[in-house]
């Protein structure tokens, strides 16, 4: 589907254009400005001793002789944290029912996961510290450890809480049409348990903070690397009892986020109070194994699932049951359910059937917590989905597009609300699949397919539909009480020589968010894209906004710099039309030229506006006050969230003898609404479909029966690398939303949310002449020879 | 992580390095690529009081032929497995294995010594030493000494190597015209460790073998030669029903251990898969 044309898609617009991003160079030859780059004067740094055990109670705690070690300046417990930070409570208020402990910064009495930090020391280099942590001793008696979900649920078995009834932290049912009436008359049923590993984020920087409590001015400043330095300052200021304005974030350049870094960890909080009991700066950089058993975790999911269809084909209803296990908290602030929230309200989403089922468990247990990572919930739903359809198209005789292309909701049938209840705006799942299989050159992949079969060779072909959240309104957090801004605020301002400072609350994590928000102000101003300057993560100078999380800096940031942009453009004509006894409407910008709106003929440059309203103000007509700064904010209005959609290809390899899987070529085509910069939103299909191959083949935090993490380095946690990547073809549907000006959505997680899916649809579909399946991910050597039953 | 303090020598020659291990009371360790030692050292897996730096001592570096042998010098590179002509020529076996060695990063600082003298079980240089008969020599307090690669690997990361010594060179038997070689590994991904890894060399006569040493890695807690396997095949032609034999003969030789993700049973389905495709590619390399 395509939008009528607007000013959007003038030949020459910034919009829709493959620039370069202006940090490219900088990051790039080395002169990027990290956390871990940054020495203050008088810096001290921490570093914490872990839990070896996965749940035992703390008898004692022997810092004697660490405080003595040369060089140390503080050994902290939680008891001397607890005395200045209030705790804190991973809950939200539209999650019905839901329960998770109070957290602190360190453990009082009790550790709940091995890896949990219990004594932090802070000395005068980070090697002393850890000269210190060897030196403290720390008695802890054994508890029942319940690492197995199973376990976890059991009626009178070992709780994590004490005090609590049972292990569970959250339950949800949703419950549609009419599902058994729908099962009872299906023609076919297909049903199966499947499994989905639990896995990290691996960002090339681990997290880093450096917090600097100032005494004299009771001033906190932190500078962090986080996606959300707005919700820190409040966190911050609310429990150590500074006021907000006293508190600056700053995120300056950040090495990948994913989601992982807008979550309270008990290190960045202990830091912050490690800096305020000081009166020093302190710095904490986890390195890697501490990222392994610190950093969220994600998915880690079972889902039972069914699906009826009528003797054509027709999907009739979905049932599902998805438990998960979260850790021994629910993280905070956002929690530790979004994630199966998502699962069960993701189901089934691309396709028009009506009656829908769904339970939810969320369970606590002894390892680190879960919580939102890059495609929240969509992988999961998607490959449960897509997985079954492709298990009913067999049972049915339909080719796996065929049955996508008769069950999803047409493109032209819109809007719709999902069975499990999301309303679409506007989607184009039929352009996106009948673009795929062109794309794909599907007839021809299924006759080599069917060749090398005969050769002994076994190649699976996989498709994938989904749809993604993007673009989230209050509904998504506001409305169960947490401080997360669902708008974004920015400050536009012409410099006297006529270039342009935008200071945007939306940041960049490398993915590319200051230069569309650049390509967007030069766009809308009428500029070319290097005279505008944009800055972003610093709570003290960029206005409160909801930064960077669930795909909402193109579409909610966005607009908020194109609406600003519009308002300090028509303060620049009103000056203009001053200067040059015109009327504003009779006049535009182009290329940094104030020009005849209808002849284009150049009348005067913007910076001779700024020239004049900046230093010959006296020039101007009486009265005149020029407003060249402008603040604009923007909120989401209209449908809760802009969804996206799109479909993905996979054409693997699977070697029968090892189990070894080649990902030959994986094709995706995408619908986010209005593209702002096609070579960024490549790069992020790209990248998420990355991840998402990394979930379908390699990465897992696999745990003993302990609760001990097996495979915390990189050397044993396996995350894909260049040589295992295949080319990625990438096609586009644009069906920009309504509900702004800019019709842009999110795209950083819909090549995530449905790689692993295609890659499990392909893996089964090699898997065919033998009659083995798979229904786990990652989808190992060792599950495709057991799936064989080669040993 | 950081490693705990340490004082560091940098020795100029063998004499050197040892007096300064012996010095130390042995709280000391060698380092030349530190591609192994520095991530134990940083996890303080390791902290010896002492690095004794062997980098500079000049008698440990050079490829060259000795006799019937190619003498290569203990800080050789693993870069230069793959650049050095002598080894291409003389040490083909090796200089096939080179790529599989972690990536070029490694590669540009690891040195074939530091490999071998580490022993890690799962590395494709000690197992390669193994299959080519090579001898590896030593230096020590009490003098220099040659040991044989088939007595060099004792348990998991124990070797020959008594404190305070170090290995100065290994020494591989010269490539002949009648010898073949193959070389490959499973590996999750390229330059990792792999699940299982194979080496072999053969002396043939026409399209009898004559002879053959078959090493495999990254199947138990040393670099493992396959003499049950390799009977099987010493004196007979390369067909079918021999490769299966061979394949067969693996379950005498290897009893790899359990690990969390790869079960016993599924190694040794591994290894015979790879032991089959090695033979089948050294029935066609004649």
Sequence with gaps: ?791 | MKARAFSYFRAATIDQALDAHARAGDDARFIAGGQSLVPALSLRLQAPRLLIDITHIEELRGVRREGGYLRIGALTRHCEMLSEPLIAEFAPLLHAAAPFVAHPAIRNRGTFGGSVALADPASEFPAMTLALDAEIEIAGPSGSRRVKADDFFVELFETALQPGELITAIYVPLFKADQRFAFDELARRRGDYALVGCGMLATCTGERIDDIRISFFSVGNTPTRVKGAEATLIGSRLDAERIAAAQAALEGDLAPPDSDDVPPAMRLHLARVLLGRLLGRLGEGA
């Design chain 1, 1 to 791: 589907m395509s939008a009528p044309l607007t000013s959007l898609d003038r030949p020459n617009s910034y919009i829709g254009r493959s620039v370069p991003r202006p940090n490219a160079k900088r990051l790039l030859v080395g002169r990027g400005r990290y956390v871990s780059d940054l020495r203050l004067p008088r810096m001290l740094d921490a570093a914490f001793l872990r839990s070896p055990h996965a749940h035992a109670k703390i008898v004692a705690i022997n810092t004697e002789q660490a405080r003595a070690l040369e060089g140390v300046h503080l050994v902290a417990t939680g008891e001397d944290l607890a005395k200045i930070c209030t705790p804190w409570t991973g809950t939200l208020d539209h999650f019905k029912g839901m329960t998770s402990a109070p957290q602190l910064p360190l453990p009082l009495d009790r550790v709940v996961w091995a890896g949990q930090a219990v004594v932090a020391v802070v000395a005068e280099s980070r090697a002393i510290a850890e000269d210190a942590l060897e030196l403290i001793e720390i008695d802890y008696e054994d508890l029942p450890v319940v690492v197995d979900i199973d376990r976890a649920r059991e009626a009178g078995g070992p709780l994590i809480n004490p005090g609590s009834v049972n292990n569970t932290c959250f339950r949800a049912q949703l419950d549609n049409g009419a599902v058994d009436d729908a099962f009872a008359h299906a023609a076919h049923v297909v049903e199966e348990e499947f499994s989905f590993g639990r896995h990290t984020a691996v960002t090339l920087e681990p997290r880093a903070i450096v917090s600097d409590y100032d005494p004299a001015a009771d001033a906190l400043t932190v500078h962090h690397a986080t996606q959300t330095p707005y919700q820190f300052q409040d966190l911050y200021s609310r429990h150590y009892g500074i006021p907000e304005a006293r508190v600056r974030v700053i995120a300056t350049d950040i090495g990948g986020s994913f989601g992982m870094k807008l979550h309270v960890y008990h290190e960045d909080m202990a830091v912050v109070g490690l800096s305020i009991l000081l009166g020093r700066p302190v710095k904490y950089v986890a390195d890697r194994i501490e990222s392994f058993v610190s950093d969220i975790h994600a998915r880690d999911h079972r889902v039972r699932a069914r699906m009826a269809l009528d003797a054509k084909g027709e999907i009739l209803a979905m049932d599902v049951l998805d438990l998960t296990a979260i850790g021994a908290f629910s993280t905070y602030p956002r929690t530790s359910v979004v994630e199966g929230n998502q699962v069960i309200r993701l189901m089934g989403a691309p396709y028009r059937f009506k009656n829908y089922r769904a339970t939810l468990e969320v369970i606590f247990q002894n390892k680190v917590q879960t919580s939102q990572y890059r495609a929240v919930g969509h992988p999961i739903a998607c490959a449960v989905t897509e997985r079954l359809v492709d298990m009913a198209a067999a049972k049915v005789g339909l080719d796996p597009f065929a049955i996508r292309a008769q069950n999803v909701i047409a493109d032209d049938a819109y809007p719709q609300t999902s069975p499990t209840g999301y309303r679409f705006e506007a989607l184009s799942h039929q352009a996106c699949l009948k673009r795929l299989h062109e794309m794909m050159g599907y007839e021809a992949l299924r006759a080599e397919q069917a060749d090398l079969r005969e050769r002994g060779i076994y190649r699976g072909i996989g498709i994938a539909a989904f749809v993604e959240i993007t673009n989230p309104s209050p509904a998504f957090y506001g409305v169960g009480g947490a401080r997360i801004s669902s708008q974004d605020g920015a400050i536009l301002s012409l410099t006297p020589s006529g270039e342009i400072r935008c200071l945007i609350s939306v940041t960049e994590q490398g993915q590319g968010t200051e230069a569309i928000i650049s390509q967007i102000v030069a766009d809308q101003l009428g500029l070319a894209q290097e005279h505008v300057k944009v800055i972003t993560g610093d709570t003290e100078v960029t206005p409160h906004g909801g930064a960077t999380w669930a795909c909402r800096g193109a579409g909610i940031g966005g607009e908020t710099a194109l609406q600003a942009t519009r308002v300090l453009k028509r303060n620049i004509l009103e000056i203009a039309a001053l200067i040059l006894q015109e009327q504003p409407s009779a006049l535009d910008i182009i290329d940094g030229e104030v020009v005849d709106a209808v002849t284009r003929n150049q009348r005067m440059p913007i910076s001779e506006i700024a020239r004049i309203a900046y230093f010959r103000s006296d020039t101007l007509p009486p009265g005149t006050q020029a407003q060249l700064t402008v603040s604009h904010h923007f909120a989401p209005q209209g449908y809760p969230f802009a969804f996206t959609n799109g479909i993905q290809g996979c054409s693997l390899e699977v070697d029968v003898e090892t189990g070894f899987i080649k990902v030959l070529k994986h094709f995706i085509v995408e619908d986010c609404g209005r593209v702002i910069n096609p070579m960024l939103v490549d790069e992020q299909l790209r990248g998420g479909i990355v991840q998402g191959l990394g979930a379908a083949l390699f990465e897992e935090c696999r745990y003993s029966e302990t609760g001990q993490l097996m495979n915390g380095s990189l050397a044993d946690y396996l995350v894909p690398m260049p040589m295992e990547m295949p080319d990625i073809v990438i096609g586009h549907v644009e069906t920009p939303t309504a509900d702004t000006v800019l019709g842009a959505k999110g795209v950083g997680e819909a090549g995530t949310a449905a790689a692993s899916a295609c890659v499990l649809n392909a893996v089964n579909d090699a898997l065919t002449p033998f009659g083995a399946t798979i229904n786990s991910i990652p989808i190992t050597p060792t599950k495709v020879l057991k799936a064989l039953k080669r040993f």
